[in-house]
């Protein structure tokens, strides 16, 4: 569903847009092309004219996506509105409301026979589950992610959780593009690992008396994302990136890069990884990180493979 103030954040980005290439004319003028360079200038730009920040994942997950059905928090719209020269964002959406512009709802030229066609097979299935479930004892459960700085739903970071059975991995059931996770239950207490892209991988137990769902807050994996975000941007400062990279791994550290599909793999110690990390031609670029280990403090196994696209 289309969210109510998405048309004034879209004109928002049009906005960023102008603002922005007032000083960098060679930008693409359409933000969903930015990327690399031209965002970390955006991101310094940004920091000098307003004092905010928001981080690259941020920006693909917001100002690059076209998902309608949520806007970011008011706090960062009152951000990027200071950032175009308003007050507000409240001040921005008066504005755009006084020059005529409003969300328009979605029609549906759906007639009430196919509707009911549409749904019926929906309302049988519901009812179905839910006296199987009434028979078996079983609840459906739903928990929702969250990401612990932002307080904004983990959606696309491939989020799956492994429900523990007898103390060992059961089943697998991956989140949907809301971030949440849809289980049925039969016992009451029950423990599962949480893993997905950039963020830290963990063991929960969850009570669900008296409940019909919950929010989890999972903390980012800073070191995976630091990593991911040097793959992908280009950067002259390579000593720089060097001590970066020597800080957050170990001396006995082992990297695994897994070729796609799974069709090969080959291994780094952490010179070796941080030679070919830091080097002009380096092939080691658009890397997502499958897997972080940890011992005191820093990286000491990972596993890491190439995206094609960015």
């Given at each position: 569903m289309r969210h109510?103030?998405?048309?004034?954040?879209?004109?928002?980005k049009n906005q960023i847009v102008a603002c922005f290439r007032e000083r960098n004319a060679d930008c693409p003028d359409d933000i969903s092309e930015w990327k690399g360079k031209v965002i970390e200038s955006f991101q310094e730009d940004l920091q000098e004219k307003v004092k905010g920040r928001i981080s690259t994942r941020w920006f693909y997950d917001h100002l690059k996506s076209d998902k309608e059905d949520r806007i970011p928090r008011v706090d960062i719209l009152n951000l990027l509105s200071e950032y175009c020269g308003f007050d507000s964002w409240e001040a921005f959406i008066k504005l755009k409301k006084a020059e005529g512009i409003k969300d328009k709802p979605v029609k549906t030229k759906l007639g009430i026979k196919r509707i009911i066609k549409f749904?019926?097979?929906?309302?049988?299935?519901?009812?179905?589950?839910?006296?199987?479930?009434?028979?078996?004892?079983?609840?459906?459960y739903k928990i929702s992610f969250i990401d612990s700085d932002f307080g904004m739903p983990i959606a696309n970071r491939n989020l799956e959780i492994t429900v523990l059975e007898d103390g060992r991995g059961g089943r697998i059931v991956k989140a949907d593009s809301n971030g949440c996770v849809n289980l049925i239950l039969k016992d009451e207490e029950f423990r599962f690992i949480v893993s997905a892209d950039y963020y830290k991988t963990d063991t929960l137990e969850i009570n669900t008396r008296d409940k019909e769902g919950e929010e989890v807050t999972l903390k980012i994996d800073d070191y995976s994302m630091l990593i991911h975000?040097?793959?992908?941007?280009?950067?002259e400062g390579w000593e720089r990136r060097r001590d970066q990279l020597d800080q957050m791994i170990q001396e006995s550290a082992v990297?695994?890069?897994?070729?796609?599909?799974?069709?090969?793999?080959?291994?780094?110690?952490?010179?070796?990884?941080?030679?070919r990390m830091t080097m002009p031609i380096s092939a080691l670029k658009?890397?997502?990180?499958?897997?972080?280990?940890?011992?005191?403090g820093?990286?000491?196994?990972m596993r890491i493979t190439q995206?094609?696209?960015q």
């Open positions: 109510p103030e998405r048309v004034y954040f879209d004109e928002l749904l019926l097979p929906i309302l049988v299935v519901s009812i179905v589950v839910m006296i199987a479930m009434m028979m078996t004892g079983k609840t459906e975000q040097l793959s992908v941007t280009e950067s990297i695994f890069f897994v070729t796609e599909d799974n069709q090969g793999i080959e291994m780094y110690n952490k010179d070796e990884f941080i030679d658009n890397l997502r990180i499958l897997q972080t280990e940890y011992k005191d820093k990286i000491s196994k995206e094609n696209d």
